[in-house]
């Protein structure tokens, strides 16, 4: 029988911090086993015959405003700053996103634009953001029909693609978050630190795995290897529900399908993320030559199809958040409070919709508590 002091399943960020921690502050060895063929779970990044970098499983932009997570992982890359400026497809004409005062001008003649610009700055003030949802409850006309327009223009297609329900049936919660922003910044996210690693995501997790410590098994499922690992602790970034073998039922995820294509044009569009609510069955299309300013005379885009998620078939990308599946990952939750020395963590062992920057710090916090 092999003997590991520390079994940690899945070589994505979450588990590579868990490893990074345990060898380089406490000395121990780790064993990080992924059943995929590659490190850096869904941050995998590779570059293609074309020059370009991609992001397998699509678009990565590393964001937080925690100087803490920031000033971490830059002990393993050094910075390409990055700030995401997606836009729309929308009645056949590119419109910035999160709808702001600039999304106004591109989709209304002036008059109008100029006359909601003012009422939305008067009622709410410069720089803020207001949920969709709440424009649309607006007593004032203007108001309300800027609110309906974006929400049928912009959200509800949409949604219905990612998600495969009406938007009612979206935990409030995700709805409510959905603004118009009352200001011109066309920056997607207002957090301090915005970047992609400078040599890819892949290889900022592989810096953080080089440890004579730490050994990385690929290819390598739990299940082909529990039985023959002896191991003091295990930390576990795959499924919850798959590790308890479905015993309370299925934990739903949403996935998605990547259609990765090389365009013989320098660039294909004008941003590095073009959303599609309302034509076609794809929702976006990112072009990831953006991402690190790669100059080549060819360019390689990715399709994102959005999928049900069938157990063997494809991946669980995204947990859905509502509380009938919180209350069964609370059960499940349950039963992993009886196993001494286990560790559920991650994206798909917490079932939470982690940021990347968000998986760090929940893995930091958890090598807090066990060591
Ligand atoms: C389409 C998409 C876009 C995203 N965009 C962004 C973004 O722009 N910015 C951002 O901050 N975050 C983004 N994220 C989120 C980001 O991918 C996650 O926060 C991060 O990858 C979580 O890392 P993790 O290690 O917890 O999980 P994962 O990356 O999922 O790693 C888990 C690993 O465990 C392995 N595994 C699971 N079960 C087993 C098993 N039984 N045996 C062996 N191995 C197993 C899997 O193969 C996988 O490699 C995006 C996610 C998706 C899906």
Not at 11 to 40: F, K, M, P, T, Y
Not at 93 to 110: D, E, G, K, M
Not at 331 to 352: H, I, S, V
Request: hydrophobic fraction near 35%.
């Amino acid at each position: 029988m092999e003997k590991v002091k520390n079994l940690i399943v899945g070589a994505g960020i979450s588990g590579a911090v868990l490893a990074e921690r345990l060898a380089s502050q406490l000395q121990e060895n780790v064993l990080v086993i992924d059943r995929r063929e590659h490190i850096a779970g869904n941050m995998f990044d590779s570059k293609h015959s074309s020059g370009i970098t991609v992001h397998r499983y699509g678009p990565h932009i590393f964001h937080t405003r925690s100087k803490k997570v920031w000033n971490y992982l830059s002990a393993f890359t050094s910075w390409h700053y990055f700030f995401l400026k997606p836009m729309a497809w929308v009645d056949n004409r590119y419109v910035t996103l999160p709808f702001n005062l600039n999304s106004l001008y591109q989709v209304f003649p002036a008059y109008l634009a100029q006359r909601l610009e003012k009422k939305l700055v008067d009622s709410y003030g410069y720089n803020v953001k207001v949920p969709v949802m709440k424009l649309r409850e607006q007593q004032e006309e203007d108001l309300r029909f800027l609110g309906q327009y974006v929400y049928e223009k912009i959200f509800e297609q949409y949604t219905l693609k990612q998600w495969g329900i009406a938007p009612e049936k979206i935990d409030p919660e995700v709805m409510a978050r959905v603004p118009v922003f009352v200001g011109k910044d066309d920056g997607y996210f207002q957090d301090t630190y915005q970047a992609i690693p400078a040599q890819g995501y892949t290889r900022l997790v592989e810096n953080m795995l080089h440890n004579s410590l730490i050994s990385v098994r690929l290819k390598t499922p739990f299940e082909k290897i529990k039985d023959t690992v002896e191991y003091q602790r295990l930390f576990y970034t795959g499924s919850i529900d798959e590790f308890f073998n479905y015993q309370f039922g299925e934990l739903p995820y949403r996935s998605l399908r990547f259609d990765i294509e090389q365009k013989n044009t320098e660039y294909y569009q004008p941003a590095v993320v073009i959303n599609y609510p309302n034509n076609f069955d794809f929702t976006r299309i990112c072009e990831h030559k953006y991402f690190l300013d790669e100059k080549t005379p060819s360019t390689v885009i990715s399709v994102e199809f959005p999928q049900a998620f069938k157990r063997g078939e494809n991946e669980p990308y995204y947990p859905i958040s509502n509380p009938q599946n919180a209350a069964l990952y609370e059960r499940y939750m349950q039963e992993a409070k009886k196993l001494p020395n286990t560790y559920f963590f991650g994206r798909l062992g917490a079932y939470k919709y982690y940021n990347m920057a968000q998986a760090v710090s929940a893995a930091l916090d958890l090598f807090e508590k066990i060591k």
